[in-house]
């Protein structure tokens, strides 16, 4: 009921996006959350279709936790247990939102029940558990490493049998098509998830932040759990492990918040075993019981207030996300027909009026933004010189826009304009020898651009531009490239030619640690034809 009665939000409307296109990868993660999502959409369409399978993940969560509790004190607190799994707030709205995080989660207790098994049995049945569970998480979302990593580094013994390297081998064999789909697509989801994200200088917030998200993840009985989990001794290997995993995710995250933003649902697989240890720890404590339980009924009655008000918006406290969306999809129809719709810089915009409207769309992202599905697609093909809906939300499309939208979240003005035949370049390629760039950007620097499309392009017409970038990719300054090239000068179907490009003497260049260069088009900045060039570190 939650599922079909919630509104969409913007990361299943993007979900949603990569299930049109079944493949063994996507831009931003392995692709079970798509094959999940094209299971629902098979047999139901909206936000029940996309949702379908949540739920059913969610069942299959409960049960395996409560198998992985080894206690048979667990049968006479099963209220207990009841009450508390339903406090775990993250964990419950993964019970109807389908995102990458929900298969995790499920994918995770899978691999934690197959390595439990292995422990005690080590037969064939327990290998190959395994070996599917490892795939599995991997297939699930690329922090799925961690737990198989720090599982490893809580028995190094595994490491001399014999067994678990056949259900690793199981596990490479079954994640081959995604490690080949990455070969191909040139390692475009690792490079994005190791150096993309990366994009600002350490601030305090990001730090400071970090513990409220580890709290979060867990609900209103954090305190009580992590607390369980310091006081509970491990008693066997599959316990060493829970606490590896716990332990090592949050002490992993918070490394990483030195030089990024982090997210809650990023610890979300250490509530697995603050929860496993909880309920242990209650199963022996009565007063902590008493707490547990108490709090856990008062969590749950708010989930539920809360879970009303994604259904009923007017209850809610917040402007949520999904609230509205189906407005301003309905008034952009209505204003633009079934002309495709271009969005500048805005993947979740493309996906939500894609999802609710069911018209083409696409994302033209340049490198004020990010990369996304849109880049590796084929969805530029569909609106390459045709007439689309031109929308951004940047303070330079507000002006003598035709199109104007106004919304209660995210970028609160749209505004666009029709064109009759949409141009654009945002496959080409400008290949940069960077030998060239010794310590700093030269004036003058030759390159490769390739042109991937089907017709000739006038590249004598192609606006160029650079960007230099400080040591975290942040732009300090976007100039003018120039060319030496004749009037009319095209570039053929897949072809590729050599460029001359100058800097002009009127620009001053700033001390710069990265460059990039790119083509620009409807945008106010290039796209990410070139790729950065390290100058200096």
């Not at 390692?187 to 580890?214: A, D, I």
Request: glycine residues 6%.
């Amino acid at each position: 009921m939650q599922s079909a009665l919630t509104d969409i939000i913007f990361d299943e409307a993007y979900y949603w996006y990569y299930a049109q296109n079944l493949s063994w990868g996507y831009f931003d993660h392995p692709p079970l959350v798509a094959f999940l999502v094209k299971i629902g959409l098979s047999l139901l369409d909206g936000e029940l279709g996309v949702r379908f399978m949540a739920p059913f993940l969610y069942g299959v969560n409960v049960l395996l936790v409560w198998v992985l509790i080894d206690s048979e004190k667990k049968h006479h607190f099963i209220w207990l247990f009841i009450a508390f799994v339903s406090s775990v707030g993250l964990l419950t709205a993964y019970g109807f939102l389908m995102v990458p995080d929900t298969t995790l989660i499920t994918c995770a207790l899978i691999f934690l029940w197959g390595y439990k098994r292995f422990l005690i049995k080590n037969d064939a049945i327990s290998i190959m558990v395994l070996g599917v569970g490892m795939a599995l998480v991997m297939y699930a979302k690329y922090h799925g490493i961690l737990i198989i990593g720090f599982t490893i580094l809580s028995n190094l013994s595994l490491l001399k049998n014999g067994k678990f390297w056949l259900a690793v081998l199981l596990a490479l064999i079954l994640f081959t098509p995604h490690l080949y789909w990455l070969y191909e697509m040139d390692f475009v989801s690792l490079k994005y998830h190791f150096f993309g994200r990366v994009k600002s200088s350490w601030k305090p917030r990001y730090t400071l932040e970090y513990p409220l998200h580890c709290l979060a993840v867990a609900g209103l009985c954090a305190p009580l759990m992590y607390w369980a989990l310091y006081a509970l001794s491990s008693k066997d290997k599959f316990d060493k492990a829970l606490k590896f995993i716990c332990y090592g995710i949050i002490i992993f995250f918070f490394i990483s918040s030195f030089n990024r933003g982090t997210q809650a649902q990023w610890v979300v697989l250490a509530v697995i075993p603050l929860i496993i240890f909880s309920l242990r720890y209650a199963y022996i404590h009565a007063k902590y019981r008493k707490w547990l339980m108490g709090i856990s009924l008062f969590s749950a009655v708010v989930i539920l207030f809360l879970r009303l008000a994604l259904i009923f918006p007017s209850l809610s406290p917040i402007q949520y996300e999904a609230f509205g969306n189906k407005e301003w999809v309905a008034q952009l129809k209505k204003e633009v027909g079934d002309k495709p719709v271009v969005f500048h810089n805005s993947y979740r915009d493309a996906s939500m009026y894609a999802f609710y409207s069911g018209s083409t769309v696409f994302s033209s992202n340049d490198i004020i933004a990010r990369q996304n599905q849109f880049d590796i697609d084929s969805s530029e093909f569909k609106v390459r010189n045709k007439s689309v809906a031109y929308i951004s939300g940047t303070l330079e499309y507000r002006l003598d826009s035709v199109i104007k939208l106004t919304r209660p979240f995210g970028n609160h003005y749209m505004r666009g304009h029709i064109i009759d035949s949409f141009t654009s370049y945002r496959k080409m390629k400008l290949n940069i020898d960077k030998d060239q760039f010794e310590n700093q950007i030269p004036r003058a620097f030759n390159a490769e651009l390739s042109n991937p499309y089907s017709d000739s392009i006038n590249v004598s017409q192609l606006k160029f531009e650079g960007a230099s970038m400080n040591s975290h990719k942040t732009i300090i300054k976007i100039y003018p490239l120039t060319t030496d090239l004749p009037k009319n000068t095209y570039i053929g179907p897949k072809e590729t030619i050599k460029l001359n490009f100058e800097i002009p003497d009127t620009v001053q260049l700033p001390e710069s640690a990265k460059f990039r260069a790119g083509i620009l088009e409807y945008g106010i900045h290039p796209g990410f034809q070139g790729e950065i060039i390290k100058i200096a570190d």
